[in-house]
């Protein structure tokens, strides 16, 4: 697979009127060898060219400006493209393939604005501050914090092995492979809560004291009981967490949720694998069930989802969506970002996210620091 990401940077430089050095300028020479690279370079600094193909991204879909990232530029490494319509990148890759387009979304927003007269942009470029172009975006960790009982706080990463805390009988270990509560031989009356979350830009996973796996996606918290004593297992979370459930009839799991304007959600379930999303900038909370069955509890309305539909909350109305495309929901719990049909708002949202950047959007006018 080929790394592109040196003929990136120089292009960026090149879009966006840098100086090259005699180096990067012989570089340049060489990659225009054939006739349609210097019709694309020319293309890619025609601010007309730009601008149309922003508007095209921005409001009928994103397939113009995947093409013009990926199919016909080539910038950066890349996986896979499965259909013209599906697209799936690693979001882990060292190549940052995904925060290419963050350079390459960076120029056209440039361009637009210099065209347009605004300043925002510009005025950063002016500074010579702007990370963007100048250095690559770091790509996400498996990075957490720990609130204990107490309420204090460990930082959790693959370095940090081995017990962390004991809370009550239970022993608080993190592996490689997440963090795990091991529950002692003896009886614990007292109801210890820890929260796990992570910041834009961090996952991580964990197994709770009942053997039920948990991984939580950017910008998430889940809050839990160090053992579950009582006649049910209840957590609560915000942003978007999945879970795979360890069977117990005598204990059902509990997950309560809470979204945009303090509406709530309430998912019951025996043992089953599920996807919840409840990003307060988000209008919907969404569930996705992929194995088994759950109930959505939504104020006095009980909804019953089957495997591949999703419940959508919003408002106070629950929609169950059918026929879901399941692994593009969990995409992101497998290292993948999957973008199918997604405006550009959703695209750069979810790069903000993960890579832990600004993201600026001049034409609709607002910004994004998500």
């Not at 210099?114 to 005025?123: A, P, V, Y």
């Amino acid at each position: 697979m080929q790394d592109n990401s040196r003929i990136n940077e120089i292009l960026c430089k090149v879009i966006t009127g840098e100086e090259l050095s005699s180096e990067e300028s012989s570089d340049l020479q060489q990659w225009l060898s054939t006739a349609e690279k210097r019709k694309l370079l020319e293309d890619l600094r025609d601010p007309t060219y730009l601008r149309n193909k922003l508007k095209e991204a921005n409001e009928v879909d994103v397939a113009g400006a995947r093409d013009l990232f990926f199919q016909r530029v080539a910038i950066g490494e890349r996986t896979s493209i499965k259909r013209q319509w599906q697209w799936k990148l690693f979001r882990d890759v060292a190549t940052k393939a995904a925060a290419v387009l963050v350079l390459a979304a960076a120029s056209f927003f440039w361009f637009y604005n210099r065209q347009s007269g605004g300043d925002t942009i510009t005025q950063r470029k002016t500074e010579k501050t702007d990370p963007v172009i100048e250095h690559d975006v770091a790509p996400g960790k498996t990075k957490a914090s720990l609130t204990l009982a107490n309420g204090k706080t460990v930082v959790l990463d693959s370095t940090v092995l081995g017990q962390v805390a004991l809370q009550g009988v239970a022993a608080v270990v993190n592996t490689k492979a997440g963090l795990r509560y091991q529950q002692g031989s003896d009886a614990q009356n007292e109801v210890l809560y820890n929260t796990l979350s992570t910041k834009n830009g961090e996952t991580y996973a964990m197994v709770l004291a009942d053997g039920s796996k948990v991984w939580l996606n950017t910008g998430a918290t889940i809050r839990y009981p160090v053992t579950f004593n009582g006649r049910e297992r209840k957590v609560e979370v915000t942003g978007e967490v999945y879970f795979e459930v360890a069977h117990d009839d005598s204990k059902p799991f509990l997950v309560h949720t809470s979204g945009q304007q303090g509406q709530a959600m309430d998912v019951q379930v025996l043992g089953t694998h599920f996807n919840i999303r409840a990003y307060h900038d988000e209008m919907d909370i969404k569930t996705t069930l992929l194995e088994g069955s759950v109930k959505v509890k939504q104020i006095n309305k009980e909804t019953l989802l089957k495997p591949g539909q999703q419940a959508r909350v919003s408002n106070g109305n629950t929609k169950v969506v059918s026929d879901v495309n399941t692994e593009g929901v969990i995409a992101w719990k497998n290292g993948f970002f999957h973008f199918d049909h997604a405006d550009i708002t959703l695209v750069m949202r979810e790069l903000a996210n993960w890579y832990n950047i600004e993201v600026c959007m001049p034409e609709r006018n607002q910004r994004h620091h998500l």
